[in-house]
């Protein structure tokens, strides 16, 4: 279905906001960058800002925030054959090989700078786990209640323990190359899953 030019506005607005303040806090600093900074920089007034996003945080966490969404997204796009594990995983390899390493670098080093920014991140990934699990159990409606449930908190498992292991690696290779060993590692512990 096409989108309406009110919500294309909408959608190219909230860009906007979004890649100027991303610009600012890596110029001049998170704590720096006044919300009137991101409004001009965007073209648009306070008040505007404010149908967008509630605080700079929520720039920050929609950085990173909808990981549900984007693997319910690939997994939607993935073949019908194979298991929910399979699938996910294909789905998870896509998703981390998108990112580009400069910009994953800027937004985690933002994200790991602010405290409230981490504690509601953390809230995210049970949200995340709900979607994901409601996408598998519409997919698989088949499957066990708990093999569906064991497949999400993998996935969600693997993303955290994946960006965990490059972060503390210094962010010098792709993300995707940490999610491949904390798949090797998952099956070496595990045998096959």
Same mark, same amino acid.
């Given at each position: 279905?096409?989108? $309406?030019?009110?919500?294309?506005?909408?959608?190219? =607005?909230?860009?906007?906001? =979004?890649?100027?303040?991303?610009?600012?806090?890596?110029?001049? $600093? !998170?704590?720096?960058?006044?919300?009137? %900074? *991101? %409004?001009?920089?965007?073209?648009?007034?306070?008040? =505007?800002?404010?149908? !967008?996003?509630?605080?700079?945080?929520?720039?920050?966490?929609?950085?990173?925030?909808?990981?549900?969404?984007?693997?319910?997204?690939?997994?939607?796009?993935?073949?019908?054959?194979?298991?929910?594990?399979?699938?996910?995983?294909?789905?998870?390899?896509? *998703?981390?090989?998108? !990112?580009?390493?400069?910009?994953?670098?800027?937004?985690?080093?933002?994200?790991? &700078?602010?405290?409230?920014?981490?504690?509601?991140?953390? %809230?995210?990934? *049970?949200?995340?786990?709900?979607?994901?699990?409601?996408?598998?159990?519409?997919?698989?409606?088949?499957?066990?209640?708990?093999?569906?449930?064991?497949? %999400?908190?993998?996935?969600?498992?693997?993303?955290?323990?994946?960006?965990?292991?490059?972060? &503390?690696?210094?962010? =010098?290779?792709?993300?995707?190359? !940490?999610?491949?060993?904390?798949?090797?590692?998952?099956?070496?512990?595990?045998?096959?899953?």
């Amino acid at each position: 279905m096409k989108m $309406g030019l009110r919500e294309e506005k909408r959608q190219q =607005t909230l860009k906007r906001i =979004t890649q100027s303040a991303m610009s600012l806090f890596t110029k001049h $600093g !998170y704590e720096a960058t006044t919300l009137d %900074a *991101i %409004a001009e920089a965007a073209g648009i007034s306070r008040r =505007t800002f404010f149908h !967008y996003f509630k605080s700079k945080d929520e720039i920050l966490l929609s950085q990173q925030a909808g990981l549900g969404e984007q693997l319910v997204g690939a997994l939607a796009s993935e073949p019908t054959r194979g298991s929910p594990a399979e699938t996910l995983q294909a789905a998870m390899g896509k *998703i981390a090989a998108s !990112y580009p390493l400069e910009e994953l670098v800027a937004i985690d080093k933002l994200m790991m &700078s602010i405290e409230a920014v981490q504690s509601r991140k953390q %809230a995210n990934y *049970i949200r995340d786990e709900h979607l994901l699990l409601e996408a598998l159990r519409e997919r698989w409606p088949e499957e066990s209640d708990m093999s569906l449930r064991l497949a %999400a908190q993998m996935a969600i498992g693997l993303t955290r323990l994946s960006l965990d292991a490059w972060r &503390s690696d210094g962010g =010098t290779r792709p993300i995707v190359d !940490y999610l491949d060993l904390a798949i090797a590692e998952l099956r070496r512990e595990f045998g096959g899953a």
